[in-house]
T-cell receptor
Framework: GAVVSQHPSWVICKSGTSVKIECRSL??????MFWYRQFPKQSLMLMAT?????????EQGVEKDKFLINHASLTLSTLTVTSAHPEDSSFYIC????????????FGPGTRLTVT | EDQVTQSPEALRLQEGESSSLNCSYT??????LFWYRQDPGKGPEFLFT???AGEEKEKERLKATLTKKESFLHITAPKPEDSATYLC????????????FGTGTRLLVSP
């Protein structure tokens, strides 16, 4: 149990376009989902926390108008990178927790975004 | 300021050569320390959670321990398939469920 999927697994887009990444909890309901970004040979950096039915909480330095997060259901959260630029190229990973008090997060396999 | 530091940054071992990875931290309120394994191009895979000093957990060739200032991941008689990046992460007392990750240790086990 506790499987999290992401789609797509990799995407290439042109500079200035937008791209949407989906994160799904397949066998459990996730009240809270998290979005991380990981640059090569660096660790995971939390971008934002989303709770089902409410606005996402963004970490300091993350532009909420550029990285749109929607958590419309208990099994789906989406991250949209708007007006993407080459510096947005990175590995985006989501995780999901069963509820606000749950200690464990289950991670998705990640999405490799390349902006040309 | 809350900080998580992992060492060494990279480690090369021969198959069967046991060693330890370190995760040291300074936090104002710890609500759990997590160890993850990450393979290239994949998301982190959960290994252990430790909650209090003195706690130990084992899984196959891995053993995680925790003190008030650091955690160790001991690898006994490693095999090439243990090659991966090992990440530690801390859950803070504030910002519910928020995990702060260390920079990881890249482990390479040669046959």
């Amino acid at each position: 149990g506790a499987v999290v999927s992401q789609h797509p697994s990799w995407v290439i887009c042109k500079s200035g376009t937008s791209v949407k990444i989906e994160c799904r909890s397949l066998d459990f309901q996730a009240t809270t989902m998290f979005w991380y970004r990981q640059f090569p040979k660096q660790s995971l950096m939390l971008m934002a926390t989303s709770n089902e039915g409410s606005k996402a909480t963004y970490e300091q330095g993350v532009e909420k108008d550029k990285f749109l997060i929607n958590h419309a259901s208990l099994t789906l959260s989406t991250l949209t990178v708007t007006s993407a630029h080459p510096e947005d190229s990175s590995f985006y990973i989501c995780s999901a927790a069963r509820d606000r008090n749950s200690y464990e997060q289950y991670f998705g396999p990640g999405t490799r975004l390349t902006v040309t | 300021e809350d900080q998580v530091t992992q060492s060494p940054e990279a480690l090369r071992l021969q198959e069967g050569e046991s060693s330890s990875l370190n995760c040291s931290y300074t936090v104002s309120g710890l609500r759990g320390l997590f160890w993850y394994r990450q393979d290239p191009g994949k998301g982190p895979e959960f290994l252990f959670t430790l909650y209090s000093a003195g706690e130990e957990k084992e899984k196959e060739r891995l053993k995680a321990t925790l003190t008030k200032k650091e955690s160790f991941l001991h690898i006994t008689a490693p095999k090439p398939e243990d090659s991966a990046t090992y990440l530690c992460a801390l859950r803070m007392n504030t910002g519910f469920q928020k995990l702060v990750f260390g920079t990881g240790t890249r482990l390479l086990v040669s046959p």
